[in-house]
């Protein structure tokens, strides 16, 4: 079968050698846990418990509060020891409950089991993703009980299932695909239903040709197509990936929706069967733990607020060394300041290393390669141009809103320019503007 | 809990390792076997131009970084160094030294430093510093020597295309033979001789993707149309395709000078017009001009361009509607 991918991009040294063939262990759950109410994409949850409440592991304790918002779960069974701010993955504090582990593990009675959940109709499913808090667990955590619901003038043909894991270091995704592909392949088959799609296609990269088998051989009792895309970053960005399978271009500014597709990470997949089938909260998921910094890297399955420090004390502690810490991947992962963060829903891997200096800036010298390598068709280094000076319009005319901030151009920048993050800062600034117009 | 903070970056984490000090090396270790062709070629001259070009273009840079107070860094990327070997190259055996080194101050001065250094050019530096010599001492710039190596009794000599030009070689049957255009046994500029030598480190340019192979391949394949038209049509008259790409400073300035990254485009659309546009002016001033020669006019001349292509010829961007009304 010839490999499908899509133009430009880049391969990165992939560096997955030390943990993919660590299977999932489960990580114990820490004496403490600190649950931002907010982990996904939109609103914030707003807090259903109070200091000195009992909760149980899986109750709800936190309340999707609009459409653009994910309900949030208790992932120990315990008592609340504080409901305040925290410090964030992402940065600013954040109001968080924060949990005593009574180490029962007591599971939320109201959990209901489903025998037949492939006759739910689509409504039925939604309700159960959207009661479980489920978002993306690619990374952005938009939340899935919105995904799956598409506007009524856009039919949606086809459901992706995103096993690229195009990301260096991180393997979390391809041991869910080795060791829970029914599950995969059960839960892609609850998010066709519910778009009212008629066909599943899985898109894995051809480094990961284990999984493919495996998830080839299964998909047959599924109606699913599993698909080799070609390894290179980032193979597995959404836009990317429909045009590698369908040859489809989602427009500009536009989403999945408006040419038929939704696109879905495995590890989403999973999670929709676990909150269909059993009623399963998404209070645990998969993340790698690795780089050259992580005494003995894992993958493990984690409780949603366990502090990293907690994390990485499993893995036999960090190096004394260590400068830089990362959650998420090497390419789009946001550093950390130190340990005291707790894992969310969006927390694909944490990793460790010492990095070097960083290397002086020096002139563009217009050679191209940024251009050469995005993947959305944009010139990087005139959109930092226009940012570095200040013609917000001019970067907007020329597609800022565009990136996807995958990082393929600074990687390959021989000058060291910062280029996403001036990218960045621009689209900060014109979304900024647009919203004060809008005010 | 960690008291240690780390360190707050943006991403991406990783980076390729390639730098600017390395492409301008790459170049550099590319532009030896040339430069070692002339050395053998013409001696002492070429020792004498090379060491010129070098000091008078690192001190211009030097003395100007001083006055704009910019940190002295970009004396070491190697660039400077490139814009000094590639003028001494393009110069004749015979220049003074003295006209080497005020071309080379105007090169660095009014080439790249007045536009802000590097990356921020419009012309290739080196050619500036040529073009102001060409313009400035048109006969010094035109008085040639035969190479050590060739035993010709003359205080002057033609270059191979001089005599294409003024002599009629063609109808004369006068014409350099290619085997000499080959290997560099000629007249001409000291590094523009040796098409073999030129060839080897274009070889390691295009393979380690340091060059755009899409520039020397555009201009090579316009010249050989335009000059292959006709030959076809009067070979008795007209020179071959092979003769005008290995004569005069074509591989030069299409591996080494219209590929300099500042000055060349960015998109493909751009890039192939740039190129064919350079490939089309040589065969034009070289078959209707009033020059022998029209490699260094015609890269200067497409850079002008450079700017408005890159700005017409924008990559689409993905999911951009095609222009189809």
């Known amino acids: ?439 | 809990m960690s008291e240690k903070a780390f360190i707050i970056q943006s991403s991406p984490h990783f980076q390729d390792k390639d730098s600017v000090p390395k492409i301008m090396i790459t170049v550099i270790i590319a532009l030896l076997p040339a430069v070692a062709a002339s050395v053998y070629f013409f001696r002492l001259r070429a020792i004498g131009l090379y060491i010129s070009c070098l000091v008078a273009c690192l001190l211009t840079e030097a003395i100007f970084l001083w006055i704009r107070k910019k940190p002295f860094q970009s004396l070491w990327d190697g660039s400077v160094v490139i814009t000094g070997l590639l003028l001494a190259m393009t110069l004749p055996p015979t220049l003074s030294l003295e006209l080497a080194i005020i071309g080379s101050v105007v090169a660095v001065a009014i080439g790249k430093q007045v536009f802000g250094g590097l990356g921020h050019n419009i012309f290739n530096p080196a050619l500036v510093g040529r073009a102001f010599l060409q313009t400035a001492f048109p006969v010094a710039m035109t008085t040639w020597l035969p190479p050590v190596t060739l035993a010709v009794d003359a205080v002057t000599y033609a270059t191979p295309l001089g005599n294409l030009k003024f002599q009629e070689a063609v109808v004369q049957g006068t014409l350099t033979p290619i085997r000499q255009l080959f290997w560099g046994n000629t007249g001409g500029c000291i590094g523009e001789t040796s098409a073999i030598a030129l060839l080897l480190g274009a070889l390691l340019l295009i393979t380690k993707k340091t060059i755009d192979w899409r520039i020397p391949a555009g201009i090579l394949l316009a010249l050989t149309a335009f000059t292959g038209v006709f030959w076809i049509a009067g070979p008795d008259k007209y020179a071959s395709p092979a003769f005008h790409i290995l004569a005069g400073g074509l591989l030069i300035g299409a591996f080494y000078m219209a590929t300099d990254m500042v000055t060349s485009p960015i998109y493909s659309k751009a890039i192939w017009i740039y190129a064919l546009g350079i490939g089309i002016m040589v065969g034009l001033v070289r078959l209707f001009g009033g020059f022998p020669e029209g490699v260094m006019y015609s890269i200067l001349f497409m850079n002008t361009f450079v700017p408005l292509l890159n700005r017409t010829f924008k990559p689409r961007i993905l999911g951009e509607r095609r222009r189809t009304s």
């Open chain 1, 1 to 439: 079968m010839k490999t499908k991918t899509f133009p430009h991009g880049i391969h990165p040294p992939e560096g997955k050698e030390s943990t993919v063939e660590k299977k999932l262990e489960f990580l114990p759950p820490p004496e403490k846990v600190v649950i931002p109410m907010h982990q996904h994409f939109g609103n914030p949850a707003e807090p259903l418990v109070k200091k000195g409440e009992e909760v149980f592991l899986g109750q709800k304790i936190g309340e999707a509060t609009s459409l653009f918002s994910a309900s949030v779960h208790a992932s120990v069974s315990g008592k609340v020891l504080s409901v305040d701010g925290h410090n964030h993955p992402l940065g600013k504090p954040v109001l968080s409950v924060t949990l005593a582990n009574d180490g029962e593990d007591r599971v939320y009675p109201e959990w209901e089991e489903t025998e037949h959940p492939f006759e739910f109709d689509p409504d039925q499913i939604r309700k159960k993703v959207k009661d479980a808090g489920v978002v993306g667990l690619g990374g952005a955590a938009f939340p899935t009980a919105v995904k799956i619901t598409p506007p009524k003038d856009k039919p949606i043909d086809t459901v992706i299932i995103n096993g690229c894991e195009c990301e260096p270091i991180l393997t979390a995704d391809y041991r869910l695909m080795m060791e829970y592909p029914d599950e995969i392949l059960k839960g892609a088959e609850l998010v066709r239903i519910a778009t009212g799609a008629d066909r599943t296609l899985v898109g894995i990269e051809d480094n990961k040709k284990k999984a493919f088998d495996l998830l080839h051989q299964r998909a047959a009792s599924y109606s699913a197509e599993v698909f080799l895309v070609k390894t290179k970053y980032p193979q597995g960005a959404e836009k990317n990936l429909i045009y590698a399978l369908l040859g489809r271009e989602v427009p500009r500014g536009g989403l999945p929706f408006d040419v038929g597709v939704v696109v879905q990470n495995v590890g989403t997949a999973k999670a929709v069967w676990d909150a269909v089938k059993t009623g399963k909260t998404l209070y645990e998921r998969a993340l790698t733990v690795s780089g050259d910094g992580v005494k003995e890297p894992k993958n493990l399955i984690a409780r949603i607020g366990t502090p990293f420090q907690a994390v990485t004390d499993c893995c036999g502690g960090i190096g004394e060394d260590v400068n830089l810490v990362i959650m998420g991947g090497p390419m789009m992962g946001l550093s950390q300041w130190n340990l005291d963060v707790p894992v969310i829903k969006g927390t694909s891997g944490i990793l460790a290393w010492s990095s070097p200096k960083p290397t002086t800036e020096f002139s563009c010298i217009r050679c191209g390669r940024c251009v050469e390598h995005c993947p959305m068709g944009l010139v990087p280094t005139q959109l930092m141009k226009y940012v570095k000076y200040e013609q917000l319009p001019e970067a907007e005319n020329w597609g800022a809103l565009d990136c996807v901030e995958c990082g393929s151009c600074q990687y390959s920048c021989p000058a060291k320019i910062p280029l996403v993050h001036w990218i960045r800062l621009g689209k900060n600034q014109i979304m900024s503007q647009k919203r004060k117009k809008s005010a």
